[in-house]
C-alpha cells in the first residue's frame, strides 16, 4: 500500500475514534480523547489557513510585479520609437548634402549609429521583459491553481471539523459539550482559545 504521506509528509492525519462499548464507565477517558482529537484538527485547519494566506499574497505579490514589467516594457518600446523618430529628422536634414556642411553630416551619421544602437539595445530589453511578463503570467496562473486548492482543503476541513462538533455530544455533561463546541467555533473564526 503506497505511503498516504507521500506527498506532504508534515500533514496530519486525523481519523474519528468510535467510542468502546462500555464507554460511560470511562467518560473523561472518552472526553480526553475527543478533545485531543479536536486539538489536533485544529492546529491543523490554523496550518492550513496559514498556508493559504501566504499563497494569496504571493499572488498578490506577482500580479504588481508582472505590471510594473509590462509597464517597463511599454516605456522602453515608446523610447525606441521615439529615438527612431529623432534619427529619421536628423538625417532628412542633412540630406542635400553641400561641402560646407560635410562635418556637420558626419556628426550626425556618428548620432545615428550611436541611436541606432540604442534602439536596438531598447528592442532587445523589450523582448526580454515581454518574455519576462509572459513567464511571470504562467507563474501567476499556478499560484491561482494553488490558492483556489488550498481554499478548498480549508473548507474541507471547516466541514469536517463542523460535522465532528456535531456529533461530539456526550451525555454526561452539558458544560463539557458546551465548552467543547465553543472552542471549535472560535477556531474556525481564528480566534485562539
Known amino acids: 500500500m ?3 504521506l507521500a506527498h506532504s509528509p508534515d500533514m496530519l492525519i ?3 475514534n468510535t467510542l468502546p462499548r462500555l464507554w460511560w464507565l470511562t467518560p473523561w477517558a472518552t472526553a480526553r480523547s475527543l ?3 479536536v486539538a489536533a484538527l485544529k492546529a491543523y485547519a490554523d496550518r492550513a489557513d496559514a498556508a493559504l494566506k501566504a499563497s494569496q499574497l504571493e499572488t498578490i505579490a506577482a500580479k504588481q510585479s508582472r505590471e510594473h514589467w509590462i509597464a517597463k516594457a511599454e516605456r522602453a518600446h515608446a523610447v525606441a520609437l521615439h529615438n527612431e523618430r529623432v534619427i529619421l529628422d536628423i538625417v532628412a536634414k542633412f540630406i542635400p548634402v ?6 556637420e553630416m558626419v ?3 556618428a548620432l545615428v549609429a550611436e541611436m541606432d544602437k540604442t534602439i536596438n539595445a531598447s528592442q532587445a530589453e523589450c523582448r526580454r ?6 513567464c511571470q503570467a504562467e507563474c501567476l496562473e499556478a499560484f491561482d491553481k494553488e490558492n483556489a486548492r488550498l481554499k478548498a482543503e480549508v473548507e474541507r476541513l471547516r466541514k469536517a471539523g463542523d460535522a465532528m462538533a456535531l456529533n461530539l455530544y456526550i451525555p454526561i455533561r452539558h458544560e463539557i459539550y458546551s465548552e467543547l463546541l465553543s472552542e471549535w467555533n472560535a477556531a474556525k473564526e481564528g480566534k485562539q482559545s
Open 98 to 103: 553641400e561641402p560646407e556642411k560635410w562635418a
Open 14 to 16: 486525523v481519523k474519528g
Open 35 to 37: 478533545t485531543s482529537t
Open 129 to 134: 521583459l515581454k518574455e519576462k511578463s509572459e
Open 107 to 109: 556628426k550626425a551619421l
Open 2 to 4: 503506497p505511503d498516504p
